[in-house]
Each structure stands twice: as C-alpha cells, then as structure tokens.
T-cell receptor, first 115, second 109 residues
C-alpha cells in the first residue's frame, strides 16, 4: 500500500463547471476526511466518513459540494457550479478508528484552479 | 477544542537545533498534543505526538511540561530539507484535526 492517493493532482476548470475528485485511502483505514487548504492557511475540515457513513460536515461545505464513499473504500468529492472562491488544494486523509495516536495519513492533494 | 498559538515564522541555519513552542492554555485532561509537517504542494505529514513529559522518535522530540499548557517541538541539527510549515494541534479522543496557520520554518545554508 502506497498511502493515500488523490486524483487528479491538478485541475483547471471554468467557472460554472462541475468537478469531481477521487481519494483512495489506505486500505485498512475506515475513516476518511476531506480538507481544503488555501494559500498561507492551514487545512480546513470539510467532512469525514466512517466506513460509508458521512458523519460530519462542516459549514464550509455548501450545497454545491457533495462527498460520497459508496463502499467504504474510495471517496469522491464533487463541486457543482464552481466559483473562483473554490480555488484551493483539496486534501484527503485517512485513519483507523482507535488508532488516532498514529495520526492521519494525508494524500498529496488535488489543486483546483477555477478560471 | 483547545486553541493553539505558535510563532508565525522562524529562521535557522543548517546544523542548528530548532525549537518551536506552542501554547495551549485550555488543553483538557484527555487531550494529547500532535505535530504535523507540511511541504509545499503536499499534504501534512504526522511527525510526533505526546501526552506529557518527553517523547522522542527518529525525526523529533516533543517536550511537554507538567501543566501541559505548552509544548515544544525540537528538531535536532536541521537541514535545508526541514524547511516547511509545522502545525501544532491538540486533539482529544476522536476529534477531527483542526489546523491553525502553523509555523513557517526556513532553514538557510
């Protein structure tokens, strides 16, 4: 297992278009998180899943955002009708419940640019 | 969630020891302290975690005084590749990680 994988690494889209990002967590990890990071800021929590259940969503996650983890494995984050303010790095992380002492493992992120 | 305060930036030279202090005055009994490192265009990477006293691993040491209201991340003999942003977080049980703006460490030759 090579860690948390995110695809694509970079995405440029026109305002108003829909985009979808994929995250493949570490296979044994049952928790999966999405974060967003803008330049000069720390990552901001968006949502998390335990297995296939989405257990928490941040107020940052507007109605244009939706995340799924259909089989408790990979996850997708979709942004509809993108806006320039959506430009950011979208980070995925995973962990194993009960093993938070070992930290989260983050992917390298998907950098979204909305033009 | 306990709020953390850490310096915005620090400068050092290769071969020096770097100590980054984080204050977390409202830390709760069940909270532990964790540090992450982030390079540009990468996700944060877990460095070290502790509850009290001292924890050491192959990368860093973490010093936590008895009152646990602060902690110090110590990086021995830094190199240019240690230039990164370092985040101090306080986490209790299962809680989502809440990041601040971190400390930007610049290591110069």
């Amino acid at each position: 297992d090579t860690g948390v994988s995110q695809d694509p690494r970079h995405k440029i889209t026109k305002r108003g278009q829909n985009v979808t990002f994929r995250c493949d967590p570490i296979s044994e990890h049952n928790r999966l998180y999405w974060y967003r990071q803008t330049l000069g800021q720390g990552p901001e929590f968006l949502t998390y899943f335990q297995n296939e259940a989405q257990l928490e969503k941040s107020r940052l996650l507007s109605d244009r955002f939706s995340a799924e983890r259909p089989k408790g494995s990979f996850s997708t984050l979709e942004i509809q009708r993108t806006e320039q303010g959506d430009s950011a790095m979208y980070l995925c992380a995973s962990s194993f419940s009960g093993a938070e002492n070992y930290g989260y493992t983050f992917g390298s992120g998907t950098r979204l640019t909305v033009v | 969630l306990a709020k953390t305060t850490q310096p915005i930036s620090m400068d050092s030279y290769e071969g020096q020891e770097v100590n980054i202090t984080c204050s977390h005055n409202n830390i709760a009994t069940n909270d532990y302290i964790t540090w992450y490192q982030q390079f540009p265009s990468q996700g944060p990477r877990f460095i070290i975690q502790g509850y009290k006293t001292k924890v050491t691993n192959e990368v860093a040491s973490l010093f936590i005084p008895a009152d646990r209201k602060s902690s110090t991340l110590s990086l021995p003999r830094v190199s240019l590749s240690d230039t990164a942003v370092y985040y101090c977080l306080v986490v209790g049980g299962f809680q989502k990680l809440v990041f601040g703006t971190g400390t930007r460490l610049l290591v110069s030759p």
